[in-house]
């Protein structure tokens, strides 16, 4: 399996109403953390009401933690916005 597609399996877990996984690591080639292959650097955005009453550093926190495997399995960066679907209307 992928690395994009274990990380939209395990944010699956939030019934999100909006979920894009995009692998950028073409675009950091040569940069810290690059690696042949790809998968290190990725564009999350999560649309989910399970981020209801959260700050914004609490949905980043919940999520990096949902996704530890994967960044002690070589994702190096994870440029991520995490929503409520009334923020994203």
Do not use: C, N
């Not at 564009?43 to 919940?62: D, H, I, L, N, P």
């Amino acid at each position: 399996m992928s690395m994009a597609s274990r990380i939209e399996a395990k944010l699956r877990s939030l019934e999100p109403v909006r979920l894009e996984v995009l692998d950028e690591s073409s675009a950091h080639r040569g940069h810290g953390g690059w690696r042949e292959g790809g998968e290190t650097h990725f564009k999350v955005v999560v649309v989910s009401a399970a981020f209801e009453g959260m700050s914004r550093v609490a949905r980043q926190r919940m999520v990096y933690k949902m996704l530890d495997a994967e960044f002690a399995g070589g994702v190096h960066a994870l440029a991520l916005t995490a929503l409520t679907p009334a923020e994203s209307a």
